[in-house]
């Protein structure tokens, strides 16, 4: 093994520690605490677990939680109505919308409910265009934290090559944006790439995020790349990403290891964007 | 020379036709034809020159004039006042915004009042997110134009590799997301890339919008490649691109000439950007 590994772990948790220190400042300057509104429907044990560890987290950084929780046969005018009461609250600086909904819920429209300013998760249209027009705004918080692991470890992105693979408007299309205005040289690939490891091994920065255990091999690293396994996946032998993490990390400068890499990131960026929300929102410390 | 020159002069024209018949089709069943409102302010010899030959085009294609001009030193309440006008003015189809503006002027807060579904210039950040995460909405006029240029000459885009030398917001950025929708493996190169010719020799094919005139030689194009050349300057030997034509020729496969190549598909996709927004807004046809 001659990678690096890349510890999230370690960066989440300075980076929440970093969002804490930042809500104090923002109620010692006068704001008040930060407020998520995690919204969950149904009782899905993982979207359970998900919101619990947010709900933690979040009081955690010093924020109020205003967690809501509505039956699985809600349907959708009062999934709506709840998202428009949370998106004209004051006390609500960000709306985090457990996905996926059940399946008779139109998630879409519900997301576009959400107003730009409280969408802490970036998944709205709005959001999006404001990241693909390179303006200020609130940017998906997967991609946001391979972002912050980058910058963590230092590792160079103006004029390096960069391959995403994958194209998914939660990860890897954002993650192309937020390289590309690092200046670095970006390239996406998806399923319909001709020959993946070739245009792979051009990456200085491999980012993959394409849902699929194991897709990228050895092969397909340049000697002493940084490689970011945005992929998660339950196995037999537990956990593993869209990376072949053995091989991998005989090639790899670094490597994010799954679980402990980009995992831990999320959360954190969605306590930062919340953060962000209620600055932005209160006028202070903007 | 080897590459074979690409029509943009004939597309445009056959493009225009269609948005015509499409005109008479929305009429026949019961619409109206849709109105253009090309807004200029001040007196611009070259933004005069464009805004007349969108207007005698858009009147070509059975379009309604809704032209608009306003004083050099209109201030921006004024300015603001028109598009609002606009935006609920059930006659106009889609508002063209003709830039640059005067220097006093700003731009964006004007052109963020335009409404996504009039957005005929695709310029909005509505209009940019509904582009990013693959949602209808109207396109950028000029990357739109490379897309139907490369449909109409039948360059395969799944799985090609694509090239786009140019990050703009108007040209670059919408052009890789274009071509990404299209199943093309994409790689977006600017002032930062480290080498280039290396680059874009990979690609099948090249799309160059990088403001540089003659940037793209001989040397960074791939024999048979596609070349698309957005660039357009004024030179002292008449008009030029951002590719050297006379070395590109000699390599690629096909090539947009300058002038005749993208420059005249801007314009007629403004008109079958027109049509579609008439079309939605009156809900027939679509």
Avoid: F, W
């Avoid at 929780?69 to 919308?97: F, K, N, R, Y």
């Avoid at 160079?156 to 299309?173: D, I, N, T, W, Y």
């Avoid at 996946?233 to 400068?253: K, N, S």
């Amino acid at each position: 093994m001659t990678a690096r590994l890349i510890d999230g772990t370690a960066v989440a948790r300075r980076v929440r520690e970093e969002v804490g220190r930042g809500v104090e400042a923002l109620v010692a300057a006068g704001g008040v605490a930060p407020g998520l509104a995690t919204v969950l429907i149904g009782d899905d044990p993982a979207s359970e677990v998900y919101v619990r560890n947010k709900r933690r987290l979040s009081v955690g950084a010093g924020m109020r939680d205003l967690h809501r929780h509505l039956p699985a046969d809600a349907d959708q005018a009062t999934v709506a109505a709840l998202v428009d009461e949370l998106a004209t609250d004051p006390a609500v600086s960000g709306i985090l919308l457990q996905l996926p909904l059940p399946a008779h819920l139109d998630s879409d429209a519900l997301i576009s409910r959400i107003p730009a300013a409280k969408d802490v998760d970036g998944l709205t249209t709005a959001n999006a265009g404001l990241l693909a027009q390179g303006r200020p705004g609130l940017r998906p918080c997967t991609p946001a934290g391979v972002m912050a692991l980058l910058d963590e470890y230092e590792v160079p992105l103006s004029g390096a090559e960069a391959v995403v693979v994958g194209r998914s408007v939660l990860v890897g299309k954002p993650m192309a944006q937020l390289l590309l205005a690092r200046n670095a040289t970006v390239t996406v690939c998806h399923s319909r790439t001709r020959d993946l490891a070739e245009v792979c091994r051009r990456a200085d920065v491999l980012v993959v995020a394409a849902g699929i255990p194991g897709l990228v091999g050895g092969d397909a690293v340049r000697p002493g790349a940084t490689v970011i396994d945005v992929g998660i996946h339950r196995g037999e032998d537990g956990l593993r990403g869209d990376v072949d993490a053995a091989a991998v990390a005989e090639v790899a400068g670094a490597l994010t290891p799954v679980p402990g890499g980009v995992g831990p990131m999320t959360i954190a960026m969605l306590l930062a964007n919340t953060l962000t929300a209620a600055r932005v929102q209160q006028g202070v410390g903007v």
